[in-house]
């Protein structure tokens, strides 16, 4: 996945001309063939969605994705070809990018379990009504997309990963922990707490800053206690 002079954090569109980049068999190799084919995707989502949806497949398995702020879905697609045991996944997000048609294309075509098991709702998060068993996940939720996508999936008591961004630090108590460190970390450290507080088991991780330097993971799966008082 490495080239000297290859950002993975770029948000320069892959495309045809990238195919040449991702000659092997691998997994992450078919998947960006298949990106680059359909035109649409940022280099810097693709890398995003591989590393969130790894670490979340190596706790997690089975379950609907709902995957928030989604896009054109590609989270979704990734967390479903990485665990064919998830029945399904739903795309959340209020403003559909047109273009999310071409790359369901192409992923169908590499990966034809995928028909008609990724859907998408033009909608906000509130409008969905989550399920214990769900895996509710979102990449770059920006501000307080990531406090809503946390309070709404330990409401349900829903298993849960989040990859936060642009951090309105006056619009949270830091819990007075930015003497010790930045404010965004600190707001990280206070969201990982506060799930833990609701009887959440927490997986706290990064993925490579080449990628991204907003790059925390946060990761949680009800107790099995918590699950019983719900």
Known sequence: MDHPT???GSRSRLTRHDLGRFPGLTLFDRLARAICVA??????????????????????????????????????NVMLVLDD?????????????PSHEKLRQVLVDAWPRLDGRVSFTGCTLRHVA?????????????G??????LTRAADAGARVAVLPCCH?????????????MDGPT????????????????????????????KNRVLIGAPLPAARLHR
């Open 168 to 180: 309105a630090l006056d619009a949270v108590d830091d819990r007075g922990l930015r003497g010790w």
């Open 144 to 149: 307080s997309l990531t406090d809503q996508v």
């Open 39 to 76: 035109g649409c995707l940022p280099r810097k989502e693709l890398y995003e969605a591989w590393e969130l949806a790894r670490r979340v497949r190596r706790l997690f398995r089975g379950g609907r994705v709902v995957d928030v702020g989604g896009g054109h879905g590609l989270l979704a």
């Open 186 to 213: 600190a707001m990280d450290a206070v969201r990982a707490l506060a799930l833990q507080a609701r009887g959440y088991r927490i997986w706290t991780q990064t993925i490579p800053a080449g990628i991204t330097p």
């Open 85 to 97: 045991s998830s029945p399904s996944a739903i795309v959340v997000d209020a403003a559909v990018p």
């Open 6 to 8: 290859f950002s993975p």
């Open 130 to 142: 989550l399920e214990p068993s769900d895996v509710v996940v979102s990449s770059h939720a920006c």
